[in-house]
Each structure stands twice: as structure tokens, then as C-alpha cells.
């Protein structure tokens, strides 16, 4: 799944608090990170189609170097990168209120106006740019959030826990029969009921793959309309389908940021169990997934139970235990040249995801270079390298001269209704 189904971005950027406070650098570094690796993802659906996202090989088989690119990313990207910053994106929820509330302004009010901007902003880059916009989706489960803010802990955390398993568990057994009829039909023993549901299901992903390579050939304005004529509410249905996901996730960053995860006040040896432990778990269970479908070429049913729902788990555990490990090496990481590029990368995280979105819709799309469904996973990674390279390239450069990133600063200047000074 393109994880473009999943973005903090400035949220959890103490550049957005209300007050001159100093900025948790950890976070920003966090951040920085984050908004590289979720490009290993997102390049998926930027070079098309969506489905090539639930397995390599569709809609069209590809061949081993492919395949192991895939999986390369499958193990330590997919799924991982959409915890991490849902996670920091309820930290940020936390110390933007903090924050607001320290300075006497209601951090409430405060934080409503800078979701209601988030979710304008989101709309706008989805019509004019992206179908995988996700800052739609996590302003609306910001919302929810918010209004969860009061709980204690503990129901938070056990709110997430059920809301999040639930979820996952139901759909997997939703998904159960088309699995079982896939497995049929791959041992060659499949009933006629099998073969047709299997059908029912493989059906509308190639309908919809086709559809998407002709709009993918359209020019800019051609596909402007089609999303404000013919998907008007895309947006909504994202939310309906990742909110039982993105909201318990957020809320399990709100209290890990409470509990003094990100920050420092948990005991260094507590963070380093929790770290280590979270990551080798969540990357076991997934490479033990991966021995299984790799062999088999990534059945598409399968693979789409697994990415929905199935490794729900493993997702968690790694979001959780990339955050740790980050935290842990910041201090030593954040001063070094790449730590800094990092952090500067993590400042404009908002302005970094909407450049990425900018040249890889012109790399694949018919108004720019056109290469749409053309790029394999394997050489898709030279993008990414791109990709990253400018991230890191302009990002410093640009805040040595200026506050904030640009949409930083737009963002913030909607929020406080004025121009705030940007240069230093």
C-alpha cells in the first residue's frame, strides 16, 4: 500500500506552536527520516498502477530483481513508515496544545483551526497533484484525536488497542473466503463457487488499473476535472477506509509523547528494551510473512489481506521500535553533517512531501515526462535516491535563509491569520 496513506509532516513540528519555544530537535530528526523513507513507498503509486503496491507482479508479472526490490521494501519500509508518523503526528497533537496552553491561548481552538487549514490544504493537494494525499485524512483523525485529548492514558491506550485490532482482526476474517479460493485455485483444486469469487475480486483491480493508465496519459487539466467531476469525495473514502488505522496510532503517539518517550524522560535502559525488542519483533513477523509470499510470488488476495489488515502487528511493533532507535541515536546522529540535513529535512517535512509529490507526478504522469506504469520496482529506486538527494539538498540551504520551510510558513500564517516574517 502506498504510504501515502501515510503522513505527520509539520503537524508534530514544534515550528507550528503558538509561542518562540525551543524546538524538540529529536522529533525534527525523527521527522526527517520519515519523510525519506515514506518515498520508498509512496514511488509505488506514483509510478503506477495503485495495485503494483499489493504485489510486483500486477497487472503484469515481473521478473526476480523485481521482485526482490519489492520485498526489500515490503520488510523494512511498508506498513512501518505509515506507523512512525502517525505516531509523531499525536506526539505533535500533545505539544502544540502544551504549548498553546503555556503561552494563555486556547490550544483547543487553536489546534481545530490548524486541522480545519490541514484539511483545505490536503484537498488541494489531491486535485492538484496527488490521489494519495494523506493530509486530508490526518487532519480529520487529528480531529477525532483532539476531542479524545482529555482521556487519561490509560483509556487512551486501551481505546487504540481496541479500536486498532478490532479493525484489523474483522477484516482479515472478511477477507478469509477470497483468501481460501486464491490458495484453491494456486493447488489447482478450486470449486466453481471459488473460481467465480476469486474472479469478483481480480476483476475490479485490473478495471481500475486500466482506468488509471488513461488518466495517468491525460494532461494536467484533463485530470483536474476528472477528480473534481468524477471523485469529488476520493478523500472521504480514504478516511472511511484507513481512520480505524491512522486514529488509534495517533493516540498511541499522544501518550507515548505524555509518557516521555520522545523526549527523554523515559529511563535510557527502558528505551532500549522497548526499541530493540519492537523492531526485531515487528521485522520477524514480517520477514516470516515475506518467506511465505515471496516463494509464491505475492499473491495479490493475499497480499491485500496481509498490507489491510493482516500485519497489523508487525506494523505497530516497528513504528514503535524505528521511533525508539531514532531517539536513542539523536544525540549523537543530530550533530553530524548527515544528522543536520536530517533535521532541516524534518523541519520542511510538509514542504519536502509536497516537492516529492510535484516531481514524481511530473517524472510518471502524461503532462510531464510520462513514464506512468514504465519503472519496475527495481529501478523506481533510482527515483527514490532522487528524490532524497534534493530533500536533503535544499532543505538546509533554504532555513539558513528562512524560518520555515514555505508551507511551513503558509500553514502557519493561515493559522494566526496574518503574513508572519519569514526571513531571518
Known amino acids: 500500500m502506498p504510504a501515502g496513506q501515510g503522513l505527520t509532516l509539520a503537524d508534530a513540528d514544534a515550528e507550528a506552536a503558538p509561542v518562540a519555544a525551543p524546538r ?234 505524555r509518557r516521555g518517550f520522545f523526549d527523554g524522560r523515559l529511563p535510557r535502559r527502558r528505551l532500549v528494551e522497548i526499541s530493540v525488542s519492537c523492531t526485531l519483533a515487528g521485522l520477524a513477523l514480517t520477514a516470516t510473512f515475506l518467506g511465505w509470499a515471496w516463494p509464491r510470488h505475492f499473491p495479490p488476495v493475499a497480499m491485500n489481506a496481509a498490507l489491510v489488515w493482516g500485519l497489523a502487528m508487525p506494523h505497530l511493533l516497528a513504528g514503535c521500535g524505528y521511533a525508539g532507535l531514532l531517539v536513542l541515536a539523536a544525540p549523537r546522529l543530530a550533530p553530524t553533517w548527515i544528522g543536520r540535513r536530517l533535521v532541516a529535512a524534518g523541519r520542511m517535512a510538509f514542504s519536502n512531501y509536497v516537492l516529492t509529490s510535484v516531481v514524481m507526478t511530473f517524472a510518471f504522469y502524461g503532462w510531464g515526462l510520462g513514464l506512468y506504469a514504465q519503472v519496475g520496482p527495481l529501478a523506481q529506486w533510482a527515483f527514490v535516491l532522487g528524490g532524497w538527494a534534493l530533500m536533503l539538498a535544499w532543505s538546509a540551504p533554504w532555513l539558513r535563509r528562512f524560518r520555515r520551510g514555505p508551507l511551513e510558513w503558509a500553514w502557519r500564517s493561515l493559522v494566526e491569520h496574518r503574513a508572519l516574517p519569514n526571513l531571518r
Open 24 to 257: 524538540l530537535e529529536t522529533l525534527d530528526l525523527i521527522r526527517g527520516v520519515a519523510v525519506l523513507g515514506i518515498l520508498t513507498i509512496n514511488i509505488a503509486g506514483f509510478a503506477g498502477p495503485m495495485i503494483a503496491s499489493t504485489s510486483p507482479n500486477l497487472p503484469t508479472p515481473v521478473g526476480a530483481l523485481d521482485e526482490a526490490a519489492y520485498a526489500f521494501n515490503f520488510l523494512f519500509f511498508e506498513g512501518k513508515m505509515r506507523a512512525l508518523f502517525s505516531l509523531l503526528f499525536g506526539a505533535g497533537l500533545v505539544l502544540f496544545w502544551e504549548r498553546a496552553e503555556a503561552a494563555g491561548r486556547d490550544g483547543d481552538s487553536l489546534q481545530l483551526r490548524r486541522l480545519g487549514w490541514l484539511l483545505l490544504l490536503g484537498m488541494l493537494h489531491y486535485l492538484l497533484l496527488w490521489w494519495g494525499d494523506i493530509l486530508f485524512v490526518y487532519a480529520a483523525c487529528g480531529i477525532a484525536a483532539l476531542l479524545l485529548r482529555p482521556l487519561g492514558n490509560g483509556v487512551l491506550l486501551m481505546l487504540a488497542l481496541l479500536l486498532y485490532y478490532a479493525w484489523h482482526v474483522w477484516g482479515m476474517l472478511d477477507a478469509s473466503a477470497a483468501i481460501a479460493a486464491e490458495t484453491a485455485v494456486r493447488h489447482g483444486d478450486a470449486g466453481a463457487a471459488q473460481l467465480r469469487l476469486l474472479a469478483d475480486w481480480i476483476a475490479p483491480l485490473h478495471s481500475w488499473a486500466a482506468q488509471e493508465l488513461r488518466e495517468a496519459r491525460l494532461s494536467y487539466f484533463e485530470l483536474l476535472r476528472v477528480k473534481l467531476v468524477e471523485r469529488p469525495f476520493w478523500q472521504i473514502q480514504m478516511v472511511s477506509g484507513v481512520f480505524s488505522e491512522t486514529l488509534p496510532l495517533m493516540l498511541i503517539g499522544m501518550v507515548a509523547y
